[in-house]
Structure formats: structure tokens, C-alpha cells
């Protein structure tokens, strides 16, 4: 009961992470796409904007599930960071090269510091995603063995697996990314903005959709155990869910219904990382760590659960009020005060 | 003594540069800390000048120290991220064995780190279009929240000196108990030394850069303003550090004698022990005075333990000294500036208090990272004191050496764009509104 309540926490901070900073990265890719300094100025404009404000609250979703990783299945942490030591240590360093050049880039004072930091942010907000998704698939297919990087240091992450799962997790923050910014282009009154975020919406889902389903194939034919759990009991649930969410997705941006298509996008994102932890089920490292092999001790676990829930009452208000604020427009820096 | 639960230690060749990437992490993300720690009030103070006065021109400096305390959150945010990823990537053994013992205070740190992302956020962003006093209430979070953040990361550093909370059985951990290892009795005095550091550290330097203008000839109120406030806060905390550190001392001479024995070099246990000063001049007795406040006590010496069990004498000594001269030295500036200004109310005239002060920000930067040093340098050969070695935590991956040169580089890129972005926010003339 405990070591599965520790593995719901560690899911909602996955989840969280996934649709939240990945829209972040996302937004880092139609940046990276945008083309040139003059032709993609707008949207350059529109993702600083929505973005500024959110993406460190975002980021700490990921710091967050390292440590109810680390503390509720310790074994399994250690594990998992040596053997997939070269993807996390690349997407950490993506991190510091996404997060500082977006810091930075708006004191840039010439064309080619402003190019230099924004090619960085950009190319960071490809890499940083693509890296923990490979993470996570070399979990996915098998390839993490309980020890002291006791995997195979690159295989483990460069099977086919792996690499679907990577260019998933970078087309669905970019999915996620186009659907959130062309609603927030719609509260701003960009009308230009909101049809060049819709087309991205629907071509970028159509893409994630595409690879959801390849991912499936390749699981079928790499990780059996995994596809035979995707596509039974409630692996299939989410399964089908996520395709549902998907395509009401891309019937709601199709009706420009943007503020509602934020959650149906989210919902569909979300479902396949519920998708991924069920069919898993009850391993948290396949084929041989299952969560409750791999949990803290009961005091530590009781500890975890009871500051987790203590501090989501005082984060939830929070976060609410920091969204709010942010998608009402009232947060946005401006240097000469108003008049 | 343990090796852990993922199969003891491994071969590693590079367990120095594990050590050393895992130093240089720490050493650029500590100063960041600083500036969360101290500048969230420091700004909040200006603020409430602000209200309090309604003059424009405390507003117009707060925000422009907000934007700076953005960029240097931000840095800090990815920088930290770093530490969260070596934790495993390079500690995995220490993690798998010892995180469910001390990762309650982490989770706590996290919400805490929640807390400043969003308040900051709304903070910064919502100069315009928040009521003042709503926007005043959004900064007490961030102080709060930085204390409750570096309280605890500093008890898990406080664990890793003295761990409590658990016991071992057959080489095993077994009968955890976070909040007994959450609470161990090094937390405070490292807390209140880490956050009083803080403030000299964010005080010091953000009061260098208006010496540093004072000196150019920029003297006028706002640069006076951001003088005094700036100034203040460091001076009034470092006399206070040197009561602090001597409680640290004393801590650490009761409890890691070894360790004490390496900041002084004191090879033989030794009753009475001396205190050497650069160039050779010995103190007799001083060394057990400032130890234990009594001149005849017996001070252990390194050969109390075998050698493998001492820690590197040469850099924890010379941290150690460097620590505690720059410390002085500062407190010495600081009563300069509070004497004149408490008595004659004005500031220091002579060129040298301001050129002093341009070098004092950079120097307690330096003493920081020493204290870190001396502290952590004097542990080893340990990560959880007496229970598990460094050389069993570390990783059996491969690539360290690769690892460190290319986050080397990558820090060194971050740190000068920061540099050069935060120079030129300081640059153009205050817009003071009405």
C-alpha cells in the first residue's frame, strides 16, 4: 500500500513534469523552427511571454520526482542513474543551456547575442526531452539492472525503444506547446499568432499520434511483455484514452476551441505516461525490481507521504494563483513603470 | 563501516575528478544560494522603504534588483538541477544506500524550491499590475522559502557529518527514522553560519558594485541608496559570523576531532595545543582555547586514526585559514562603514574603504567556498562520517574525466554571459516613476 501510494506521488510529479515542462520545451522547439530573426520574431515574442513567468515552477516538477525517486526507492535511483548515466547527464547539461540562455537572452543587446543565446535555448529544449525520453524507454524495455551502473552504458539507451520514446517526448511537448500558446495567443488578441499556433497544434499532433503508434509497434516487437500490458486491462484503457484525448484534440483546435483543447492535449499526453507505469505493473525496474522490492522502509515512506500531502496544500493554492495571474496577462515585466 | 546496497565499491579511476566535479558544482551553485538567501530581503526592505516613504526612487531600485535576483534564481534553478543529477550520476552507491535515511529533508527543500520559483515569478512580473501591498505580500514567501531551503540541504549536510537516524545490522541499514535524521544536532550552528554567509556573500558583492561605481564618480542618492542597504546587511552579519563560526569550531572539535586536528595540522594529540600563525609564530595554548574555551584542554591529533582514515591535512588547513582571515578582514571593513555611520552618520571617505569594498565582494565569495572546503575536504575519507567511504559511493560508469571537462565548459560559458548580462542591467540610469 505504501511503496504503490510512493509510486502514485512519484507518477503525479512525472505527469506534471511531462505536460508542464514539456510544453516548455516544446515552446523551445517552435522557437528553434520559427525562422528567420524578422519572420519569426512574433512567435519568439508570444513564447517568451507565456513562458517567462512559468518555467521554473515548471522545471521543479522534474527536481520534485528525483527526489521521491531517490527517497521512496533508493536502490532503484542508484541504478538508474549510473547505467543511464550518459542521456541524464546530457539532458541535465541541456537544462543549464536551456534555462540559462532563456534567462539571459532578454539583456542581449545585438542581433547575434540575441541569435546566439536563442539557438542555444532552443536547441537545448530539443535536446533535454529527447534525452529523458530515451531515459525512460531504457527503463521501459528492461535495459536498467538493479547495481552499480550494471547496464550497458550506451546500448541501454540506443536501442529502438529508447529512441521512439526520445522523438515522442519531443514531438508531444511540442504538441502541448502549440495548443497552450495558440490559446494564450487567443487571450492576447493575436489573431496571426493563433492561426500559425493552430496549424502547428494539428500538424504536431498528427506527428505525436503517428509516433505514439510506431512506439507501440516497436514495443511489440522489442519489450513483448510491455505490449502484451499496453494492450490489455488498463494499459489499453489509457491506451485508448490517450487516443481519444488525441484526436478531440485536433477536433477542438480544428473548431478553434483552444481553451478547452489545453486539456484534452494534456489529458492525451498524460494518459500515455499512466499507460507506461500500468502496463510496468508491479515492476519498477523490468524484468526483475518491483516497487515494492525496490521501497524505503515504512517510516520513510509514511514521512514522504504525509510532507507530500502537508506541502501540496500549500503548493496547489500557489500554483493556482501563479496560472491565473499568468494566463490573465498580469504578469509581465515591464522596464519604465506605468504611467 | 558499510559498502552499500548495489554491491560494495566498484573500480573507478577517477574517484578524485568525481570529487573535484562534484566540488566545482558546488562552489559555482553556493554563491547563488547566497543571493537567494539574502537578496529576496534585501530587496522586500527597499519595498517597504518604498510604502513606507512613497518615494519613487526605493521602488525603482528594488525593481531593478528584483530583475537582477530573477537572473541569478534562474542561474541558480539549472546550476542546483546539476547537483540533483550528481547526487546519482556520480554518488549512486551513497544514494541507493542512504537517500531513503536522509531524503525526507530533500522533499522538504523541493516544496521549498516550488515556493521561490512561483513567488519569484509573481514577484518580478507583477511589479505593474499587482496592488502594492499585495505585491509586498508576495515577496515574504521567497525569504521564507529560502530559509526553509537552505535549512534543509544543510541538514542533509549536517547528517553526512554526524549521521543519526538509523542503525546498521549486518551491514545493513535498518531502523530508519527521517525526522531523527533530519534533525541531527549539526543542523543549526551550519544553518545559521551557511545563512549569515549569505548575507555577507549577495551584501558584500551587490555593495562592490556601487564602490565600484562610487569610484567612477557615480554618486549619487541611488547609488548611495544601494550602497548603504547592501552594505549594512553584510557588515551587521559578519561580526555575528565570528561568533557563529567559533560555536561551528567548537561543534566540530567535539564531535569530528579528526577533523578539527586537520584544520590546524595538529599531527599529535596534544595537551594545550598551540595555534600557528603564518611564518611560523606559535601561540601556546590557543589552539585548545579556541577549541574548547579552555586553554589546558586536550586537542586529538591526526594520529589518533590510521592514516587512511585522515583527511588531506594541506588544503582543509590552508581553506581553514583563508576562511577565517578573510572573515576577519571583512568584519573589520564592516565596523569601519557602522562606526562612521552610526556615529557621524555618513559614509567613509577615503578611496580605500571603496576600493577595499569592490575586493570585499569577490573575498567573501572566496571565504564561502573555503568554509565549504574546509568542511567537506575535512570529512574525507568519509561521505557519511565513520559509516561509508567516498571511494564506495562513487560511480562504476565510466567517462567522469569527459563529464567534468564538458560541464567545466559549459559553466565557464554560463558564467561569463551571466556576468556580462547583470553588468549591463546595472548600466543604464534608474527610470524612477512618480
Known amino acids: 500500500m505504501l511503496p504503490d501510494l510512493t509510486a502514485g506521488v512519484a507518477l503525479l510529479a512525472l505527469t506534471a513534469y511531462v505536460v508542464l515542462g514539456g510544453a516548455d520545451f516544446g515552446a523551445g522547439f517552435w522557437d528553434l523552427t520559427a525562422g528567420g530573426a524578422k519572420r519569426g520574431a512574433p512567435v519568439r515574442a508570444m513564447i517568451k511571454r507565456a513562458m517567462s513567468p512559468v518555467w521554473e515552477a515548471n522545471h521543479v516538477w522534474l527536481i520534485f520526482l528525483l527526489v521521491v525517486l531517490w527517497t521512496g526507492f533508493p536502490e532503484a535511483f542508484g541504478s538508474i542513474t549510473s547505467t543511464l548515466a550518459i542521456p541524464l547527464f546530457v539532458a541535465a547539461l541541456g537544462i543549464v543551456l536551456r534555462g540559462g540562455a532563456f534567462a539571459l537572452k532578454g539583456e542581449a543587446a545585438t542581433i547575434a547575442e540575441a541569435r546566439a543565446l536563442g539557438a542555444t535555448f532552443a536547441l537545448a529544449s530539443v535536446i533535454v526531452p529527447f534525452f529523458l525520453g530515451a531515459a525512460a524507454g531504457a527503463i521501459a524495455a528492461g535495459e536498467v539492472p538493479v547495481g552499480n551502473a550494471s547496464g550497458d552504458e550506451w546500448s541501454s539507451w540506443t536501442q529502438s525503444t529508447s529512441i521512439l520514446v526520445g522523438a515522442l517526448a519531443v514531438a508531444a511537448g511540442a504538441h502541448l506547446a502549440a495548443v497552450f500558446l495558440g490559446a494564450d495567443s487567443r487571450r492576447a488578441g493575436e489573431t496571426e499568432l493563433v492561426h500559425a499556433f493552430r496549424a502547428r497544434a494539428l500538424g504536431s499532433g498528427v506527428v505525436a499520434g503517428a509516433l505514439a503508434i510506431a512506439g507501440l509497434l516497436v514495443v511489440r516487437s522489442d519489450v513483448p511483455d510491455l505490449y502484451d500490458d499496453l494492450t490489455s486491462g488498463a494499459g489499453l484503457a489509457c491506451v485508448l484514452a490517450s487516443g481519444a484525448a488525441g484526436l478531440v484534440t485536433l477536433w477542438l483546435e480544428w473548431r478553434e476551441r483552444f481553451e478547452l483543447a489545453r486539456y484534452t492535449a494534456a489529458a492525451a499526453v498524460g494518459a500515455i505516461v499512466a499507460g507506461w507505469a500500468v502496463a510496468q505493473e508491479p515492476y519498477l525496474l523490468p524484468p526483475e525490481l518491483t516497487v515494492h522490492e525496490a521501497a524505503a522502509p515504512d517510516a520513510t515512506l509514511v514521512a514522504l507521504l504525509v510532507a507530500t500531502g502537508l506541502g501540496l496544500l500549500i503548493l496547489i493554492p500557489a500554483l493556482t494563483w501563479l496560472f491565473r495571474l499568468a494566463l490573465s496577462g498580469r504578469l509581465v515585466y515591464e522596464d519604465k513603470p506605468r504611467p | ?434
Request: charged share 15%.
Open chain 2, 1 to 434: 563501516m558499510i559498502d552499500g546496497v548495489l554491491g560494495g565499491p566498484v573500480d573507478q579511476d577517477y574517484l578524485q575528478q568525481a570529487r573535484q566535479m562534484q566540488a566545482m558544482s558546488f562552489a559555482v551553485h553556493i554563491p547563488l544560494v547566497c543571493f537567494g538567501i539574502a537578496f529576496p530581503a534585501m530587496v522586500l526592505f527597499l519595498e517597504g522603504l518604498w510604502l513606507r516613504t512613497g518615494d519613487p526612487l526605493y521602488r525603482a531600485l528594488a525593481k531593478r534588483w528584483s530583475k537582477a535576483m530573477l537572473i541569478l534564481f534562474a542561474v541558480g534553478v539549472v546550476t542546483g538541477t546539476i547537483l540533483s543529477f550528481e547526487m546519482g550520476l556520480l554518488w549512486p552507491e551513497f544514494m541507493a544506500t542512504f537517500a531513503d535515511v536522509f531524503g525526507l529533508a530533500f522533499l522538504i527543500e523541493g516544496y521549498s524550491f516550488f515556493i521561490e520559483a512561483i513567488f519569484i515569478a509573481i514577484y518580478v512580473y507583477g511589479w505593474e499590475r499587482l496592488s502594492p501591498r499585495t505585491h509586498m505580500a508576495a515577496g515574504v514567501p521567497i525569504v521564507l522559502a529560502g530559509i526553509t531551503g537552505s535549512l534543509m540541504v544543510i541538514s542533509v549536510n549536517g547528517w553526512m557529518n554526524q549521521p543519526t537516524g538509523f542503525s546498521i545490522r549486518n551491514g545493513e541499514v535498518v531502523d530508519v527514522k527521517p525526522l531523527a535524521a533530519l534533525f541531527n544536532d549539526n543542523l543549526w550552528h551550519e544553518l545559521v553560519h551557511m545563512y549569515l554567509a549569505g548575507f555577507i556573500v549577495a551584501g558584500f558583492l551587490v555593495a562592490g558594485v556601487y564602490a565600484f561605481g562610487w569610484l567612477r564618480g557615480r554618486r549619487d542618492r541611488h547609488h548611495r541608496i544601494g550602497l548603504v542597504v547592501a552594505l549594512s546587511v553584510a557588515a551587521l552579519a559578519t561580526p555575528a559570523q565570528l561568533l557563529v563560526g567559533d560555536w561551528a569550531a567548537r561543534t566540530v572539535a567535539e564531535r569530528q576531532p579528526v577533523k578539527l586536528a586537520a584544520f590546524e595540522g595538529l599531527e599529535e594529540t596534544t595537551k594545550g595545543a598551540p595555534f600557528s600563525l603564518p611564518g611560523g609564530i606559535e601561540i601556546s595554548k590557543l589552539l585548545s582555547l579556541l577549541a574548547f574555551h579552555d586553554p589546558n584542554a586536550t586537542v586529538t591529533g591526526l594520529d589518533s586514526v590510521p592514516e587512511d582514515d585522515r583527511p588531506p591535512t594541506g588544503i582543509v588547513k590552508l581553506s581553514f585559514r583563508l576562511m577565517v582571515f578573510i572573515g576577519s578582514a571583512l568584519a573589520a571593513l564592516g565596523a569601519w562603514f557602522v562606526w562612521l555611520w552610526w556615529r557621524r552618520g555618513r559614509l567613509p571617505r577615503s578611496v580605500w574603504f571603496y576600493r577595499a569594498l569592490v575586493a570585499a565582494g569577490p573575498a567573501a565569495l572566496v571565504a564561502l567556498i573555503a568554509g565549504w572546503v574546509t568542511t567537506e575536504v575535512g570529512r574525507q575519507p568519509w561521505v557519511v562520517y565513520h559509516v561509508m567511504r567516498t571511494e564506495s559511493a562513487v560511480t562504476g560508469a565510466s567517462g567522469v574525466p569527459v563529464g567534468f571537462a564538458v560541464l567545466a565548459l559549459v559553466y565557464a560559458g554560463l558564467a561569463t554571459v551571466a556576468f556580462v548580462m547583470l553588468r549591463r542591467l546595472s548600466r543604464p540610469p534608474l527610470e524612477v516613476g512618480p
